[in-house]
């Protein structure tokens, strides 16, 4: 069972919101590659954010090359590299369902590794933050989300628990691009339907938190393999019907 959660989970939009707040500071200061920002405690202040989440904001854009560090001097503006041939490693945006197809393909071969490593090296901490993020997806089946925000928090706690940044960058790098159903425009028939189909997933969470907090890697591994197969299972079903749920 999922233990109640003793405290608020966190906004999970927080460090995407930073994200788009810096982007836009850059564009409206007209800083260009080389320049420097503003220190760290003055981006708090101004974005009313904690350090922490100026830091995740900061490192997710430096792993997008858009910004470098030097240490004992500061963060700067970098131009992007250019991607090999016009395309991004990643897709630029959720339009096509062969695009989505291909990334949940490619998320089976991370996050599955990732759900077994955070069943070896998971911390109470960790639980009880893939707990909040459990528990917000049940208490957002009501609003018209479809839980997106809450599905990403889980997959990003799952993400923290492996104790390896990479595996945390590459859900931050994604955004909302890695639950895209909403962006897709999911739509259900009424409100029974789309709770028994959020129902489904909360219920694969599930599996992979009993595991993960169990410390059973291979039951996790396992878990997160059959929770990703099907979401590309049912992203393929909508692609064919073009009027049912999304799910990832």
């Not at 800083?31 to 220190?39: E, N, R, V």
């Not at 929770?227 to 990832?248: F, I, K, N, P, Q």
């Amino acid at each position: 069972m999922v233990p109640e959660p003793m405290i608020a989970a966190a906004p999970v939009h927080l460090t995407d919101r930073v994200k788009l707040d810096l982007m836009r500071l850059i564009e409206a200061s007209n800083l260009t590659p080389g320049d420097k920002l503003p220190a760290a405690d003055e981006l708090c202040r101004q974005f009313a954010v904690s350090r922490t989440v100026v830091r995740e904001a900061i490192a997710s854009l430096k792993a997008e090359g858009r910004l470098r560090s030097l240490r004992g001097s500061g963060v700067y503006v970098e131009t992007p590299p250019p991607a090999a041939g016009g395309l991004s490693l990643f897709m630029a945006a959720p339009e096509e369902i062969a695009d989505i197809l291909d990334f949940m393909e490619f998320r089976i071969s991370v996050e599955v590794e990732a759900a077994g490593l955070a069943a070896e090296r998971r911390t109470e901490v960790n639980l009880l933050r893939m707990a909040q993020a459990l528990a917000q997806f049940r208490n957002s089946v009501r609003d018209k989300t479809l839980a997106s925000d809450a599905d990403r928090a889980f997959h990003r706690a799952i993400a923290d628990a492996t104790s390896n940044k990479r595996f945390r960058l590459f859900v931050d790098e994604m955004g909302e691009r890695l639950i895209p159903r909403r962006a897709l425009g999911a739509s259900f028939a009424d409100e029974k339907s789309k709770a028994e189909f959020l129902e489904v997933i909360a219920s694969e969470h599930q599996r992979i938190f009993d595991a993960i907090a169990e410390r059973k890697p291979d039951e996790a591994r396992l878990a997160m393999r059959r929770h990703l197969e099907d979401g590309r299972r049912r992203y393929r079903e909508w692609s064919l019907a073009h009027d049912g749920g999304l799910g990832g």
